[in-house]
Protein backbone atom coordinates (compact mmCIF):
# COMPACT_ATOMS: atom_id res chain seq x y z
CA UNK A 1 0.00 0.00 0.00
CA UNK A 2 0.90 3.64 -0.94
CA UNK A 3 1.72 5.66 2.16
CA UNK A 4 -1.36 7.83 0.76
CA UNK A 5 -3.43 5.37 1.24
CA UNK A 6 -2.52 4.80 5.08
CA UNK A 7 -5.57 6.65 7.52
CA UNK A 8 -2.68 7.79 9.42
CA UNK A 9 -0.85 9.67 7.10
CA UNK A 10 -4.16 11.26 5.77
CA UNK A 11 -4.72 12.12 9.78
CA UNK A 12 -1.35 13.93 10.16
CA UNK A 13 -1.72 15.68 6.99
CA UNK A 14 -5.08 17.03 8.69
CA UNK A 15 -3.10 18.13 11.33
CA UNK A 16 -0.73 20.20 9.40
CA UNK A 17 -3.30 21.49 7.22
CA UNK A 18 -5.04 22.66 10.29
CA UNK A 19 -2.09 24.61 12.31
CA UNK A 20 -1.57 25.94 9.14
CA UNK A 21 -5.24 27.48 9.17
CA UNK A 22 -3.96 28.26 12.91
CA UNK A 23 -0.90 30.34 12.06
CA UNK A 24 -1.77 33.23 11.14
CA UNK A 25 -3.65 33.87 14.35
CA UNK A 26 -0.07 34.30 15.74
CA UNK A 27 1.37 37.70 16.62
CA UNK A 28 4.13 38.84 14.24
CA UNK A 29 6.77 38.88 16.17
CA UNK A 30 6.14 35.18 16.70
CA UNK A 31 6.60 34.22 12.61
CA UNK A 32 10.34 33.27 13.27
CA UNK A 33 9.82 31.49 16.33
CA UNK A 34 6.78 29.73 17.24
CA UNK A 35 5.05 29.87 14.00
CA UNK A 36 8.67 28.68 12.38
CA UNK A 37 8.83 25.72 14.88
CA UNK A 38 4.90 25.14 14.68
CA UNK A 39 4.87 24.30 11.01
CA UNK A 40 7.96 22.58 11.01
CA UNK A 41 6.87 20.49 13.86
CA UNK A 42 3.23 19.67 12.27
CA UNK A 43 5.00 19.09 8.60
CA UNK A 44 7.62 16.44 10.16
CA UNK A 45 4.95 13.81 11.18
CA UNK A 46 3.38 13.56 8.02
CA UNK A 47 6.72 13.41 6.12
CA UNK A 48 8.08 11.25 8.92
CA UNK A 49 5.42 8.81 7.79
CA UNK A 50 5.74 8.62 4.30
CA UNK A 51 9.33 8.36 4.77
CA UNK A 52 9.48 5.33 7.42
CA UNK A 53 6.67 3.57 5.48
CA UNK A 54 9.21 3.44 2.12
CA UNK A 55 11.88 1.96 4.07
CA UNK A 56 12.43 -1.80 4.17
CA UNK A 57 13.12 -3.31 7.31
CA UNK A 58 10.46 -3.08 10.87
CA UNK A 59 13.37 -1.09 12.20
CA UNK A 60 13.93 1.71 9.84
CA UNK A 61 10.32 1.69 9.76
CA UNK A 62 9.83 1.85 13.62
CA UNK A 63 12.19 4.74 13.49
CA UNK A 64 10.24 7.02 11.24
CA UNK A 65 7.31 6.44 12.76
CA UNK A 66 8.91 7.52 16.47
CA UNK A 67 10.56 10.40 15.07
CA UNK A 68 6.47 11.46 13.43
CA UNK A 69 4.72 10.88 17.15
CA UNK A 70 7.87 13.31 18.42
CA UNK A 71 7.19 15.75 15.92
CA UNK A 72 3.18 15.24 17.14
CA UNK A 73 3.81 15.33 20.51
CA UNK A 74 6.05 18.98 20.24
CA UNK A 75 2.96 20.62 18.04
CA UNK A 76 0.51 19.32 20.92
CA UNK A 77 2.51 21.43 23.43
CA UNK A 78 3.33 24.29 21.02
CA UNK A 79 -0.40 24.47 20.93
CA UNK A 80 -1.21 24.64 24.31
CA UNK A 81 1.10 27.22 24.46
CA UNK A 82 -0.46 28.92 22.04
CA UNK A 83 -3.67 28.58 23.82
CA UNK A 84 -2.34 29.36 27.18
CA UNK A 85 -1.07 32.83 25.74
CA UNK A 86 -4.31 33.56 24.00
CA UNK A 87 -3.16 33.60 20.65
CA UNK A 88 -5.60 30.10 19.73
CA UNK A 89 -8.94 30.25 20.77
CA UNK A 90 -9.51 26.78 21.97
CA UNK A 91 -12.71 26.69 19.80
CA UNK A 92 -10.77 27.10 17.03
CA UNK A 93 -8.14 24.47 17.86
CA UNK A 94 -11.09 21.75 18.83
CA UNK A 95 -10.82 19.90 15.41
CA UNK A 96 -6.79 19.68 15.16
CA UNK A 97 -6.60 18.36 18.81
CA UNK A 98 -9.16 15.85 17.93
CA UNK A 99 -6.80 14.96 14.67
CA UNK A 100 -3.80 15.14 16.73
CA UNK A 101 -5.39 12.57 19.34
CA UNK A 102 -6.54 10.49 16.74
CA UNK A 103 -3.22 10.13 14.74
CA UNK A 104 -1.12 9.96 18.28
CA UNK A 105 -3.24 6.78 18.68
CA UNK A 106 -2.46 5.05 15.16
CA UNK A 107 1.17 6.28 15.31
CA UNK A 108 0.88 4.34 19.01
CA UNK A 109 -0.53 1.06 17.92
CA UNK A 110 2.22 0.92 14.30
CA UNK A 111 5.13 1.39 16.25
CA UNK A 112 3.67 -1.26 18.40
CA UNK A 113 3.22 -3.62 15.84
CA UNK A 114 6.56 -2.66 14.21
CA UNK A 115 8.56 -3.33 17.66
CA UNK A 116 6.65 -6.98 17.00
CA UNK A 117 7.59 -7.18 13.77
CA UNK A 118 11.68 -6.90 14.68
Request: net charge positive; hydrophobic share 40%; charged share 25%.
Amino acid sequence: MHYQNALVWRKAMEVARGVYGLVPLLPREEVYGMRSQLTRAAVSVATNIAEGWTRESPRDKLHFLTIAHGSLSEVETMMTLCEDFGWFPSARTAGVRAAIDETSRMLTALRRRKRNER
